[in-house]
């Protein structure tokens, strides 16, 4: 493998040459494990399962994604428990792309021990916090959680094995518990601060309960799966574009900003819904998202003369372009259109050439490599990991 790897590595310039997206699967798959191999040599934390949240380390690190303004000011030596759960989906997407049971070996020798560390019992029902367990209790993030599920249950679908699946249905009841009949239905962000409900716990909420009745036959997971489809599509879907808003207050403001992960899972909901119903609807709106997610998250790109124009990813959180390449593998599995299976590879194709710091493996977070991150988050590189594994994946 080390041999490939070097040899690929030479190789690669070459693909750039004319155009971009012509990288094998197996390439693909090479790129990924490489990208793995070095986010466990930079962040790991020797002892420990656990790993860090930046490259180069910074105790002084804030994580401004937290709503809790002491917790985010405390120094932590460990990630929080959203860049650590890249992990996990990470590695499901590579023994996906795979079959190889070693994927499975780090799952379980690695991934889930650190996992493990963020489970949250003194609360019921119990749940992952956004910190270890070991520390003061943290928040409890239903879309983290939902992030969980929908790996384990993937997991379940790819083995068969029980106890994944056990897990997912643990963690939907905790989801459940984060739902009520204000604004109508849906799912709140944060179990300690119920002020909001947002896209990104509700998009892959519908996404984890219709894999839940695609994992156990249950109807009633289609039904939960459809009616948080429709709360969201209804509350927070801008009409003039079919994107998605972020969120709805509990005073009925609507916060305006348009995440591509938001919309991705969107995209991927109304593909499970078009591949269980049948109903051309929602293919209709998955079609619709995509063409505007197309539109609003790339640009039109022309990297030098001897190199093919393409639409470049807009520079932002690399991890919510990963779960909006999601949506579009979904969809892709629908209706075979390549146009963003295509976009995607040429993205990533550029990216290892030029998005990544070659002396460490780790990857900065602006598509075009022209900006160097002075500290690169863990959660991009794992974003990293999942996305060439899912382009190793794709079925032709």
Not at 30 to 54: K, M
Not at 134 to 142: E, G, I, Q
Request: aromatic share 16%; proline share 3%; net charge negative.
């Amino acid at each position: 493998m080390k041999q490939t790897f070097i040899y690929l590595m030479a190789a690669l310039p070459f693909a750039f040459a004319g155009c971009v997206g012509q990288l094998e699967k197996q390439e693909y798959l090479q790129l990924a494990d490489a990208t793995w191999n070095a986010v466990y040599e930079h962040y790991s934390v020797s002892g420990t399962p656990l790993l860090r949240e930046t490259y180069p380390f910074d105790e002084g690190h804030k994580a401004t994604y937290l709503d809790n303004e002491e917790q985010m000011n405390q120094k932590n030596p460990y990630s929080y428990l959203w860049p650590y759960s890249g992990s996990l989906s990470a590695v499901t997407a590579l023994y996906e792309a795979s079959g190889d049971e070693r994927y499975l070996n780090l799952l379980e020798e690695k991934v889930l021990p650190g996992l493990r560390e963020y489970y949250d019992t003194r609360r019921e029902p119990a749940a992952y916090a956004s910190y270890i367990s070991s520390a003061p209790l943290s928040d409890r993030f239903y879309d983290d959680n939902v992030w969980l599920g929908l790996d384990f249950t993937d997991l379940y679908l790819l083995t068969k094995e029980q106890a994944y699946l056990d897990n997912a249905l643990e963690i939907w009841k905790f989801i459940e518990s984060g739902t009520d009949t204000v604004l109508g239905g849906g799912i709140y962000w944060c179990e300690q601060r119920k002020i909001s409900k947002n896209t990104c716990s509700n998009a892959p909420g519908a996404v984890y309960a219709l894999k839940l009745y695609e994992a156990t036959g249950d109807t009633a997971y289609m039904q939960q799966g459809t009616r948080l489809y429709e709360w969201t599509k209804t509350t927070l879907q801008d009409k003039s574009d079919y994107l998605y808003f972020d969120n709805k207050n509990l005073n009925g403001h609507i916060g305006r900003a348009k995440f591509a992960y938001n919309s991705g899972q969107m995209m991927q909901a109304a593909a499970l819904l078009y591949k269980c119903t049948g109903n051309a609807a929602y293919l209709t709106d998955a079609q619709q998202i995509a063409k505007s997610a197309y539109g609003f998250f790339f640009h039109d790109f022309k990297p030098s003369h001897d190199v093919e124009s393409f639409r470049l990813l807009n520079e932002g959180n690399v991890w919510f372009t990963g779960i909006m390449l999601r949506g579009f593998v979904e969809l892709y599995g629908q209706d075979g259109d390549a146009t963003y299976m295509d976009a995607f590879r040429a993205n990533l194709d550029y990216a290892w050439e030029h998005m990544r710091d070659a002396s460490t493996g780790l990857f900065n977070s602006d598509w075009s490599g022209a900006k160097q991150d002075d500290s690169k988050w863990l959660l991009t590189q794992f974003a990293m990991v999942e996305m060439y594994a899912r382009m190793a994946a794709v079925k032709e």
